[in-house]
């Protein structure tokens, strides 16, 4: 297929170079010249704006910062610019107000589109195994499908347009608030006098156990390699999470639904990447504790 990539940052570029590696012939572009380099050193052809690299192309897929970003690329750009036969597929993580009225535009314009935010970092993106979280119709979800899977391990259709989002936020909040009540309990069970490798063998075959416990332990040395054993380097970046929790804050606004633990994750975080940590990894929020 011909595909058009737009946004070729941390995670672009490698989910780029994955669709190249399966066949695809991709067009590049980003405002960045050193993003657009490295996507040429991929195997991709580079295009000099979004509508260039969005002429002809079968597929359109976008992996870009913000909602306002998504919705101007593709109101001012692609629409339009793209065949009309042309699937349309969003894998930045957005809000869901955005993703659906961008949806309904594109519908509006003749085309179909998904949004698929994904879960899994850089590392993921580069190897080839994210987790898509897919919202369209079942005839774009069965057209995004094959796409998605040269780009991941996993490809989950979550409902109509906006569902991907509302899936991503959901999880993320989650594990915002796991994470930070992991580190609660491990900084008290320290201060009661526990070992933190004596609370992690009892807590991970207990009913405390959860993901930030024993696949991404807070505390160096104990449970699997986490980037608390690299000095909370590497990862995912607060500033992401917090990203994420804002989005996951507005969303439960909108849908007036009750997030009492959401809320203080989200200020917590807010008070954690205020303070210069942003670009640490999320579980660094235990040295606040
Ligand atoms: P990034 O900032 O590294 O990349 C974004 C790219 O988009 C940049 O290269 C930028 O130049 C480009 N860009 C911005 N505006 C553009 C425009 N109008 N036209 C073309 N290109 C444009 O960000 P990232 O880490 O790759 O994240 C991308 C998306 O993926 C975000 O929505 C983020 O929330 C989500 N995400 C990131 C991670 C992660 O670990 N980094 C994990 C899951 C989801």
Not at 32 to 57: F, I, K, M, N
Request: glycine share 14%; hydrophobic share 45%.
């Amino acid at each position: 297929m011909k595909i058009a990539f737009i946004g070729l940052g941390n995670m672009g570029g490698g989910m780029a170079a994955n669709l190249v590696k399966a066949g695809h012939e991709v067009r590049a572009f980003d405002l960045s010249q050193d993003a657009l380099d490295r996507a040429g050193e991929h195997g991709c052809t580079t295009a000099a704006s979004v509508a260039e690299a969005v002429t002809d192309a079968d597929a359109v897929v976008s992996m870009l910062p913000n909602g306002q970003i998504v919705l101007s690329a593709y109101t001012g750009e692609v629409f339009g610019a793209a065949s009309g036969g042309a699937i349309l597929l969003d894998c930045s993580t957005i809000d869901v107000a955005t993703a659906r009225e961008v949806a309904e535009q594109a519908r509006q314009h003749g085309y179909e589109m998904v949004d698929a935010p994904v879960s899994g970092g850089i590392a993921a993106a580069n190897g080839g195994t994210l987790t898509f979280m897919v919202g369209g119709s079942d005839e774009a979800f069965a057209r995004a499908e094959p796409i998605l899977q040269a780009m991941g391990k996993a490809v989950i259709h979550a409902g109509a347009s906006g569902n991907g989002q509302a899936a991503k936020i959901c999880n993320n909040m989650l594990l915002g608030i796991h994470m930070i009540g992991t580190c609660e309990a491990f900084a008290m069970a320290q201060k009661l006098g526990l070992d933190p490798q004596t609370f992690y063998d009892i807590s991970s075959v207990s009913s405390g156990q959860c993901w930030s416990m024993t696949s991404y332990c807070p505390v160096p040395g104990v449970g699997p390699q986490s980037p608390a054993d690299n000095g909370y380097q590497g990862g995912f970046a607060a500033a992401l999470m917090l990203k994420d929790l804002r989005l996951a804050i507005e969303a439960a606004e909108t849908a007036d639904a009750p997030v009492p633990m959401g809320q203080r994750a989200r200020a917590l975080y807010e008070d954690f990447v205020g303070a210069g940590n942003g670009g640490q990894d999320f579980s660094g929020i235990i040295r606040t504790l």
